[in-house]
């Protein structure tokens, strides 16, 4: 099978490289950490930055590694990875929150993997409660009761 690409498509399949290592552990300032399930096929991607007209987004390390450069990562990359950081903070923190607050309400140690009609919809209120305050507020009200529950 034989694919073409653009030098614009090509580039934002590096980007797409890029956002997909940093989320499976990768970090561009430390080449090492590149997950070993993917070193092969990333470094395939990379290295052909040179022949598809995008040199300038890659680097090589001393040891031959090719990995993302700032140009790649910046910008609206970082943006992205910013957003998506942000958003994955805040659903998850409502979403345990509720999730505890609604175990506590049931007298409950662990959820249930399925709720009733009934749970489902206090804890939607509950997450909706916390969007509304982490909205207003970000995390300005919220304290930690170290040994209770709050």
């Known amino acids: 099978m034989k694919v073409s690409f653009t030098t614009k498509e090509y580039a934002r399949l590096l980007e797409l490289v890029h956002l997909g290592l940093w989320v499976a552990g990768s970090r561009p300032d430390d080449p090492a950490t590149m997950p070993e399930r993917y070193t092969e096929l990333a470094q395939k991607a990379l290295a052909l930055a040179e022949p598809m007209g995008c040199a300038d987004l890659v680097e090589i390390d001393v040891n031959g590694q090719y990995f993302p450069n700032e140009k790649l990562t ?5 943006e992205k990875l910013e957003h998506f950081v942000e958003d994955a903070f805040w659903s998850e923190l409502v979403g345990r929150l509720a999730e505890r607050d ?4 049931l007298g409950a140690t662990k959820m249930s993997d399925e709720l009733t009609e009934e749970e489902e919809e206090r804890f939607v209120a509950l997450e909706d409660n916390y969007w509304r305050e ?3 507020s ?7 009761l170290r040994g209770g529950k709050g």
């Not at 910046?74 to 970082?78: F, N």
């Not at 609604?102 to 309400?105: K, S």
């Not at 970000?138 to 930690?144: C, F, P, R, Y």
Request: charge should be negative; glycine fraction near 16%; hydrophobic fraction near 40%.
């Open 74 to 78: 910046g910008g609206a990359v970082e």
């Open 102 to 105: 609604l175990r506590t309400e």
């Open 134 to 136: 982490f909205e207003t």
């Open 138 to 144: 970000g995390v300005e009200h919220l304290v930690l």
